[in-house]
């Protein structure tokens, strides 16, 4: 019998999954595995649980949560030779990976595209020592990510994270960055660079139109020195996709980049904080094998 171990956050977005447990345990019963679950404990704790599931030989591990929650499924099994599927189930706020995998938010449906066994494997980017699937960033406003109260973004979901957005506005400076990107430098003032993996950006899913989950690249997006004015321009650019064309943002692909900063700047990794830089980034291409519906089957294609 196939073996799958469910790891799941008790605390992630509407708190909803425990109630739901039961008949999602029945339903990977009937479809043939011996399946037990871990309910995290605190933070980090789904990095040691996902860990110690690769190490026990499941077939199949399930990360039910939210962006932070698969975060740390993915930085308990990417560093393992043996590496189980694995399963997403979106419980969290934002979902920004789910999303990108085109993963529906009901349970059920995202029960389903896990049992029909369609999966591929996909890039997930290495920082230093972490890992992360989305993206990772740095600059005052991608602090936002975890400066919002989760308890405000369970109230309000994406609107917490335009409400502080709006209130950090006064406060971002540029900072001199120098980053090199496969043989390339930048050496100039920014307001903030992301590199990402999937084109899913803290619910924004045209900031980087470009990305493909496994082709081995990141795409890279710099913003460089901007009043605010213009930063309030090309933000509203952002919402529909239309900021690639300024002349204040760079938007290359690259397998790997280094960041450096003079002033101290923070790192954000898949929307948590994760350390300082300098950063060193690598692209590892199809490293985890994802279950993943048709719909982004196809979006891969195009
Ligand atoms: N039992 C727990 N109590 C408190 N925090 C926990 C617990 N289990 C896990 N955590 C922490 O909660 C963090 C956030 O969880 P998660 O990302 O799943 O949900 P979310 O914040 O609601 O969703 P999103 O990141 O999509 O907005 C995780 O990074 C994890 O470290």
């Known amino acids: 019998m196939k073996t799958a171990r469910?790891?799941?956050?008790?605390t992630s977005g509407r708190e909803a999954f425990k109630k739901e447990l039961a008949p999602v345990l029945e339903r990977f019963e009937v479809a043939g595995y011996e399946t037990s679950t871990h309910a995290t404990t605190s933070e980090g704790d789904a990095i040691n649980a996902a860990r110690t599931a690769v190490k026990r030989g499941f077939d199949?591990?399930?990360a039910a949560g939210g962006d932070g929650t698969i975060n740390e499924v993915i930085n308990g099994m990417a560093e393992q030779e043996y590496r189980p599927k694995l399963g997403i189930i979106p419980m969290g706020t934002t979902n920004d990976f789910a999303r990108a995998l085109c993963i529906p938010r009901d349970i059920k449906k995202a029960v389903d595209v896990i049992l029909s066994d369609q999966s591929m494997l996909l890039d997930i980017g290495r920082v230093n020592d972490q890992y992360f699937m989305n993206i990772a960033g740095g600059g005052k406003l991608t602090e936002l990510t975890y400066e919002v109260p989760s308890k405000l973004k369970t109230m309000l979901g994406q609107m917490a994270y335009y409400m502080?957005?709006?209130e950090m506005l006064p406060s971002l400076k540029p900072i001199r960055a120098k980053i090199e990107y496969?043989?390339?430098?930048?050496?100039?003032?920014?307001?903030?660079?992301l590199i990402s993996n999937s084109n899913s950006v803290a619910g924004f899913e045209k900031l980087a139109p470009d990305a493909k989950l496994d082709d081995g690249?990141?795409?890279l997006l710099i913003l460089k020195k901007a009043n605010l004015a213009e930063f309030i321009r090309i933000a509203s650019l952002a919402l529909r996709g239309a900021h690639l064309e300024d002349s204040h943002v760079i938007y290359v692909k690259a397998k790997e980049v280094k960041v450096d900063t003079d002033e101290k700047m923070q790192l954000n990794i898949d929307g948590e904080f994760g350390g300082m830089l300098p950063g060193e980034f690598k692209n590892l291409q199809q490293h985890i094998e994802f279950f993943v519906p048709d719909k982004f089957v196809e979006s891969q294609k195009s």
């Open 164 to 166: 502080k957005g709006i």
């Open 6 to 10: 469910i790891i799941y956050n008790p």
């Open 60 to 62: 199949l591990i399930v």
């Open 217 to 219: 690249y990141f795409d």
């Open 182 to 193: 496969d043989g390339n430098i930048v050496d100039e003032e920014i307001m903030l660079f």
